[in-house]
C-alpha cells in the first residue's frame, strides 16, 4: 500500500484558507487520486473540538495554557485521526498544525521555540508534515478581508502588532525549512492564489 501524505495549511488571520482547503481537496483527488481527509486544528475530535470552543473563546488564558490546551487537542488528533488514516494510505489535509503552535504561542506570544519543540518531539515523534502551504498577507489586508466574518474568537481581536510577530514567526519556519513549506502570496486575487498552489502542488507530486 502506498503511504498516506500529510499535508497542511496555514496562514495569518483573512488569508481565504477556507476556500483554498476546498480547492486543494479538489484538487488532490482529482490530480493525485488520493482519498483526502480532511481536518482541523484545533479540533478534528469530540475532545479537540471542546478544547476549541475553550481555546478561543475563554478570556484570560495564559500562554502556558494555551500551549498546553493546543497541544492537548493534538494529541486526541493524532491518535484518533491523523496516524490512523496515514496508516490506512489516506491523504490528511489539516487546517492549521504545529506551525500555527510556534506562530501564535512562539511568535505571537513569545513562548520559547524550545518549549514547543519539545511538545511536538514528545507527541509527534518524527511525524510531521509532508507539505505546508503557507498563505501570506500582510496583517492589515488579512484583518479587513476577515472583518465582518459571523465566527469572531479571542485572536480576532489582537492587534496588529500580534499579527505581525505571528507573520514572521511562519516566515521564519518557511526560511528554516524551504522545501517543505512553500509560501503562497494570498494578497494577490483568488484565481493566481490558485494557479501558484496548483503549480506548487503539481511539482511536489512530481518529486514522490
Ligand atoms: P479559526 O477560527 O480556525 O481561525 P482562522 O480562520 O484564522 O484559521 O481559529 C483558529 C485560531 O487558533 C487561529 O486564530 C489560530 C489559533 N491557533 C493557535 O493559536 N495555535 C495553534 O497551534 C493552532 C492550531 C491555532
Known amino acids: 500500500m502506498k503511504p498516506g501524505r500529510f499535508i497542511t495549511l ?9 476556500v483554498n482547503l476546498n480547492f486543494i481537496r479538489d484538487w488532490l483527488v482529482q490530480h493525485a487520486g488520493a482519498t483526502v ?3 482541523r486544528e484545533p479540533g478534528g475530535t469530540a475532545v479537540g473540538e471542546d478544547i476549541r470552543r475553550l481555546f478561543l473563546q475563554q478570556a484570560d488564558l495564559q500562554p502556558e495554557t ?3 490546551l493546543i497541544f492537548a487537542a493534538r494529541a486526541q488528533h493524532l491518535h484518533q485521526v491523523i496516524r490512523p488514516a496515514l496508516a490506512r494510505g489516506e491523504w490528511v489535509l489539516c487546517d492549521r498544525f504545529t506551525d500555527a503552535s510556534y506562530a501564535y504561542q512562539g511568535g505571537g506570544r513569545g513562548l520559547a ?5 519539545y511538545l511536538e518531539n514528545w507527541l509527534q515523534g518524527d511525524l510531521r508534515p509532508d507539505l505546508t502551504l503557507l498563505l501570506d498577507t ?4 488579512g ?3 476577515a472583518h465582518g466574518r459571523g465566527d469572531a474568537n479571542r485572536f480576532d481581536t489582537e492587534t496588529e502588532r500580534f499579527y505581525v510577530k505571528v507573520r514572521q514567526a511562519y516566515a521564519d519556519r518557511a526560511a528554516s525549512e524551504p522545501q517543505r513549506i512553500q509560501r503562497v502570496d494570498a494578497s494577490r486575487p ?3 492564489v490558485q494557479q501558484h498552489i496548483a503549480t506548487l502542488l503539481l511539482q511536489w507530486l512530481d518529486l514522490l
Open 10 to 18: 496555514e496562514g495569518g488571520e483573512g488569508a481565504g484558507k477556507t
Open 37 to 39: 481527509r480532511v481536518t
Open 66 to 68: 494555551e500551549l498546553l
Open 113 to 117: 521555540q524550545e518549549r514547543i519543540a
Open 138 to 141: 500582510p496583517p492589515e489586508l
Open 143 to 145: 484583518k479587513a478581508r
Open 190 to 192: 483568488l484565481p493566481e
